[in-house]
């Protein structure tokens, strides 16, 4: 009978969704609260605050039982509330489950504890996620908030865990905080702490290896313009994995197991160990077929050889994986002398900070007599020697292929495309005074970095207009001048606010010639460049260079560097024709030559009373992918710079 | 047999010919799907025994069409209190009809669709869903689907455009000959509608039914006024039942309405005991019969969040007011009724009353009687021969204020057992005013400004809103944001204000500010090119006038704005542009430039004088905003004397 009972129990708390009693899910709220019982002083300058978060404590327990692993996560904030504001966004809690919610108020120094089912919504169809409110807050209020949440999985020989990266910065300041790990015996944690976040420490007790981080004084977190927030946030980053002993394979192998904790980054000897695995699956049929064709292609050169590997093995459509085993396959196959590159983006905090194996790129560098070609799998578009911008300038590892057993790894920085002429326009335009209409006639060809992200925003784009294609799909149907025209044509109109283009051709879609631009002409109608002035008429020229982005008017000093993507350099070439019986008068206001620390801006205008022709040249460079922060206000006077240009105004007189 | 399972070659030309020249009349919208047929019925239950007597069975069936080789149509029910999808059947294969015989009843999926599911309101309305999933062009499917009631006065109107096309609609009420209702057409002109009335046989049920075809969806665009006001539409009123030969009445007068209104206050127990502390401290200090009420109506503005509960029969029956006191929030009848009772405690002579928002069509406004007339709770206030309306929901306004969304509304306010019928008065044009005069000065080549902006009536109230609830640290960012309107040639830098948690209500909000112009003047050898159009859009006007329906503005107001120029020494005034001047009952506007030796002016007064504009005047909105549109671009020229 009891044994009966202990199975209806068992059903039941697992049928609900619940792996632990009542019992310790309050004992875990009671270490939790009793945490964040003591004094925490505000700093003055954080007294107009919205909210101040005076103490977090967060504990994830990762926790083997017969049958399954869990993974809990306890986490109590204690918050004053400073302003309406925040009085108003903790006045309702959504989607919470009672049972694993907590709250607690102080108010005029009484510590009180809410009574959750009372608070919670009942009428809600929702058999365990309810809405709350909570009743009598008011600014200066102390509001303790718990919650715990569980995630439960079958036990098997071993199981990973996702990757998690944890900011410690939220959305209002914070006085301190506690995180903590607990990972029962078989639980192995990969574990770092970046950008001048205190690192973990550790200890064992009882059979648990416990890591703990305390933190204090941070700074409520606002993403900004540009950031990226993996760059300079402090944060830490982790990966669990639970091995079943005896039973550990290769990809648990990454972290070595063996320490059970592991706050370095990765082990390289492993990875490259990994290749070995790839090279197993060496006779696929694709490479056989690819290998076929190129050898009929003999009279080609060396460095032709590797671009048509690049695209052959792409348009093979394979994945990442098969991609980079089938393009060293036949870098093999040719006798090419290549070396492998394992390397990180810049979000990631480069290959020496990485913990998530996953998030490690493999690229290969084969060295030609006079060059190096790189090679590398990132979107449909890329080409050889084209790489992502995330990468360029980061530190990466190299080994060469040839010696497997060798496991020294030397270092070696990823190059960065030259950002000189990446974008070129040329505008012809042609003016109607009468109807107030402006033609514009652009040619734009695109290089380097500037090609592969106009070619990725068409791919990216038609791939949100016809979301059942396949990538597969993109490349037979779309990969078509015509199509390729109509989706181009429709990202263009986007592009211009919503002005309709009226002719669109695709010139060149520069498939196998890097060195050939993405180069296309549109023709649209503008109707609003032109005011009148009695019956002279002024012209907002600067509207023909384009949208110009901006900068928050608030950010005028920023303490963290930017990341910005990549540097760049546009050039823009217009030829305006003037209608006879007027002539541009102002244009001393359109002559500009800037320079600083991050880029350039020239601006010049010349009239040619012969031809009544304006020829404007606009041209403007990002020298840097990353801004330091002492390079900041220089960024921002740039950008200022940039956008005036683009308000700016040309009186046609009446001659 | 296949004459049975399918359909006829004859018939699916015809109705696919009907379908073509459905889809022709809109070919502006896109469709997948479209219905052939679409039928509800209505029939109707008594069970005396019940405290809701009378329960409604509502009755949908459908014929859903692919307009292309695949397509998806989904039947949305939407259920609100006491009342629930029962059974839903569709055709097991395409082009099959539903054989009830062996029907089994199918998985529906509902889903709350309160507007803030997120936020601070919550009701139980839920949109209960079925997929019919078609294969093959023109195909069909069809589906059936049954609502419960459980209480008739829920019930309250059905509006006939669908989510997609619908050759023929149909709406049947089988009534039975103890119940006595009404319906009541609204929005109709435009429909080509056949109503019959049948009697059925021996059970003396009249059967009557009101065909529409042709249906197309209806619009819902950004800034559109409620359903009611254009949507076209039968509302319902249920006015009795027989039983026993006996006759109760279920809302035949307003009387009725106002009595079941009347029966969930009594409901309600209200703790005034536990108040009193509250209100002693409220009132301290105040001697005047009008502080005291100013300091109660304040008090529960600043202090009572609004939070909805309006689940079940909560969305009827307020909250006791000590319930609200303590817990700090509450929905607009838990504040009203809170606001009530304290007001009694002083003695006075404070009422509930209940209203329609102008969300509601005036069509309604107690005209009938119909759980759909209102929407809302305010308190009402007989005080020196007058009666006050006191809204606490509408936090920062000053007593004697009434927002714009209940000016001219009908009230029903308690009166014992009786009721009383009001209407609110209706507020001037330029009561909602923001005032802007801006000096503009050339300092070395470079246009120097200083404004000073007020917001009074229901501008200043929003505005006001907006910064309480705005966090601390982030009010300078916003307002500077507000006060450019992202306009980043003007580069302020000082503001003072007197927007603040604990501005006064009877104060005007100031603005006062200094900022550079950039990109705003040409200079040449011999003259100057100004514009003096550089200040705030007006939100109203960058609404596109290419819309179908009504245009919501929320309240009248005026933006009255004056931008004066110095007229730099040596210069004098060339050309300026002609005014524009434009009136229709909905919206006016008036711009102009005057000038004298030393100062320009340009004057810019828009004022709309309703909270809608109406189709009638989309052709004058559409001009206005042109010739408005051509004078602001429009330079001023002025030459070296």
């Known amino acids: ?348 905090g480069g290959i020496d900070e990485t913990v998530f194996f996953s998030r490690i790129k493999w690229l290969y560098k084969v060295n030609l007599k006079n060059e190096s070609v790189w090679l590398m799998h990132a979107h449909e578009f890329q080409g050889p020697n084209e790489i992502d911008a995330s990468f360029q300038q980061m530190k990466a590892y190299k080994f060469k292929h040839s010696d497997a057993s060798n496991t020294e790894l030397t270092s070696i920085e990823i190059p960065t495309f030259h950002y000189k002429n990446q974008i070129q326009e040329s505008l012809h335009i042609d003016i109607n005074l009468k109807t107030n209409q402006t033609k514009v006639v652009k040619e734009k060809k695109c290089f380097g970095e500037a090609r592969e992200q106009y070619k990725y925003y068409d791919y990216a784009y038609a791939m949100s207009r016809h979301p059942k294609l396949t990538p597969e799909d993109y490349q037979e149907k779309f990969e078509q001048p015509i199509i390729v025209d109509k989706v181009h044509e429709e990202e263009t109109k986007v592009i211009n606010s919503g002005i309709p283009t009226e002719n669109h051709k695709i010139i060149s879609l520069a498939q196998t010639n890097y060195q050939e631009p993405l180069e296309w002409t549109e023709s649209y109608t503008l109707n609003h460049v032109f005011s009148p002035a009695n019956k002279n008429f002024v012209m907002s020229l600067g509207l023909l260079f384009g949208v110009q982005n901006t900068i928050d008017l608030n950010l005028i000093k920023k303490f963290k560097q930017t990341y910005i993507g990549y540097p760049k350099e546009y050039k823009q070439l217009l030829n305006i024709n003037i209608p006879k019986g007027y002539t541009p008068v102002n244009l001393e206001d359109f002559t500009i030559t800037f320079e600083n620390n991050v880029g350039s801006i020239y601006l010049n205008v010349k009239f040619d009373e012969t031809k009544q022709k304006l020829v404007v040249i606009f041209n403007k460079s990002l020298s840097v992918s990353i801004i330091q922060s002492t390079q900041w206000k220089d960024f921002y006077h740039l950008m200022d710079l940039a956008f005036d240009i683009t308000q700016k105004k040309l009186l046609l007189q009446k001659i | 047999m296949l004459f049975i399972i399918g359909i006829s070659n004859g018939q699916k030309t015809s109705i696919n010919e009907s379908i073509d020249t459905l889809l022709a009349l809109d070919s502006n919208r896109h469709y997948s799907t479209i219905l052939s047929s679409h039928e509800e019925t209505y029939s109707f239950l008594l069970d005396a025994t019940k405290e809701s007597p009378v329960t409604v069975v509502k009755a949908t069936s459908l014929k859903a069409h692919t307009l292309s080789h695949y397509g998806r149509y989904t039947h949305f029910e939407y259920t609100t209190v006491g009342s629930e999808v029962q059974k839903c059947y569709s055709s097991l294969k395409m082009n099959q009809a539903i054989d009830y015989l062996t029907a089994q009843n199918e998985p529906y999926y509902c889903n709350k669709i309160n507007q803030e599911a997120y936020g601070i309101f919550d009701a139980d309305n839920e949109a209960c869903e079925k997929s019919l999933f078609l294969q093959g062009k023109y195909s069909f499917k069809e589906l059936y689907m049954t609502h419960h009631y459980t209480d008739v006065k829920y019930l ?318 982030k009010i300078q960012s916003h307002l500077i944001s507000f006060l450019t309107d992202g306009n980043r040639n003007m580069k302020v830098d000082t503001i003072y204000h007197n927007a603040s948690n604990h501005l006064s209500r009877d104060e005007k909000m100031v603005f006062n500010y200094h900022y550079l112009l950039k990109n705003q003047l040409i200079k040449t050898p011999n003259q100057l090119y100004i514009n003096l159009n550089f200040d705030g859009k007006i939100p109203e006007l960058e609404i596109d006038s290419t819309r179908k329906t009504p245009l919501n503005i929320d309240f009248k107001k005026s933006y009255d704005h004056k931008i004066s120029f110095t007229i730099p020494k040596g210069y004098e005034i060339s050309y300026a542009p002609r005014a524009v001047t434009y009136y229709t009952p909905d919206f006016s506007i008036n711009y102009a430039y005057t000038w004298n030796e030393n100062q320009i002016i340009l004057n810019k007064k828009i004022t709309f004088h309703h909270f809608i504009v109406r189709n009638q005047y989309f052709n004058e909105w559409s001009l206005m905003k042109d010739k408005r549109g051509d004078f602001c671009k429009e330079y001023l020229i002025l030459n070296k004397k």
């Open chain 1, 1 to 348: 009978m009891k044994y009966l009972v202990g199975v209806i129990l068992y059903v039941v708390s697992n049928t609900i969704g619940y792996s632990f009693s009542q019992t310790q899910l309050n004992d875990w709220f009671e270490k939790g609260i009793y945490s964040t019982k003591n004094q925490h002083e505000i700093p003055t300058s954080w007294q107009d605050a919205s909210a101040v978060i005076l103490y977090k404590q967060v504990q994830h327990h990762y926790v083997e039982t017969q049958q399954k692993c869990h993974y809990v996560t306890v986490t109590s904030r204690k918050i004053k509330l400073q302003d309406y504001a925040s009085v108003i966004r903790f006045t309702t809690f959504h989607h919470v489950d009672p049972r694993l919610f907590r709250l607690h108020i102080l108010k005029n120094n009484t510590f009180h504890t809410l009574n959750i089912d009372s608070i919670a919504i009942a009428e809600t169809k929702s058999p365990t996620l309810k809405k709350m409110v909570v009743p009598d807050l008011a600014i200066g209020d102390i509001i303790f908030i718990q919650h715990i949440k569980v995630t439960t999985r079958r036990k098997e020989s071993q199981l990973t865990f996702p990757p998690h990266i944890h900011l410690l910065s939220y959305q209002y300041p914070l006085v301190a905080q506690h995180i903590e790990y607990h990972l029962d015996k078989n639980f192995y944690i990969n574990i770092k702490s970046f950008n001048q976040a205190p690192q973990f420490s550790t200890y064992q007790e009882n059979e648990k290896y416990i890591l703990y981080l305390k933190d204090s004084l941070r700074s409520a977190f606002e993403p900004l313009l540009f950031d990226n927030i993996y760059t300079h946030y402090p944060l830490y980053k982790e990966q669990v994995y639970f091995l079943k002993k005896g039973k550990i394979k290769h990809t648990c192998e990454l972290i070595e197991p063996e320490k059970h904790i592991n706050t370095s980054p990765i082990n390289y000897q492993t990875a490259q160990n990994s290749f070995k695995n790839y090279t197993k699956k060496l006779n696929r049929l694709p490479f056989r077929v690819i290998k076929k064709e190129l050898r009929q292609l003999h009279l080609i050169s060396r460095k032709e050889l590797v671009y048509l590997i690049h695209y052959k093995v792409k348009n093979a459509s394979l994945s990442e994986r098969d991609y980079y085993t089938q393009v060293r396959l036949l870098l093999n196959y040719f006798k090419f002398d290549y070396d492998i590159i394992i390397a990180s983006p810049v979000y990631e």
């Open chain 2, 156 to 473: 309250t109107s059905s509006y006939i455009p669908l989510d997609v096309p619908c050759l023929s609609r149909t709406i049947k009420f089988i009534i039975p000959p103890w119940l006595k209702m009404d319906v009541i057409p609204m929005n109709l002109p435009s429909y080509d509608v056949l109503k019959k009335d049948t009697l059925i046989g021996q059970t003396h049920h009249t059967l009557v039914s009101y065909q529409f075809n042709n249906i197309l969806p209806a619009y819902y665009e950004d800034n559109s006024v409620g359903s009611s006001h254009y949507i076209p539409h039968l509302a319902f009123v249920f006015k009795s039942y027989m039983y026993q030969k006996e006759k109760y009445p279920l809302f035949e007068k307003i009387q009725d309405q106002y009595n079941w209104y009347s029966m969930l206050l009594d409901q309600v127990n209200n703790d005034t005991l536990a108040l009193r502390p509250y209100l002693t401290k409220i009132i301290e200090g105040k001697s005047t019969e009008k502080e005291q009420i100013e300091a109660v109506f304040y008090w529960i503005q600043d202090n009572i969040r609004y939070v909805a509960m309006e689940n079940g029969i909560k969305g009827f029956r307020p909250a006791a007011a000590d319930k609200v006191c303590h817990d700090k929030y509450g929905d607009c009848k838990g504040v009203s009724n809170l606001a009530k009772q304290m007001l009694r405690m002083l003695g006075l002579d404070a009422r509930l009353a209940w209203i329609g928002t102008h969300h509601i069509s005036a069509d309604y406004n107690y005209n009938f009687p119909s759980l759909a007339n209102d929407n809302h709770m305010i308190c009402a206030l007989r005080w020196k021969n007058q009666i006050y309306y006191l809204d606490p929901t509408e936090n920062h306004i000053q007593f004697g204020e009434l927002a714009s969304r209940i000016q001219g509304r009908v009230a029903l306010i308690e009166n014992g057992d009786t009721y009383l019928l009001d209407t609110l008065p209706v507020y001037p044009d330029d009561h909602n005013r923001e005032i802007e005069n801006i000096n503009v000065q050339l300092k070395k080549d470079t246009l120097s400004c200083i404004g000073i902006k007020e917001y009074s009536g229901e501008s200043k109230t929003l505005l006001n809103r907006f910064l309480f609830e705005t966090e601390k640290s």
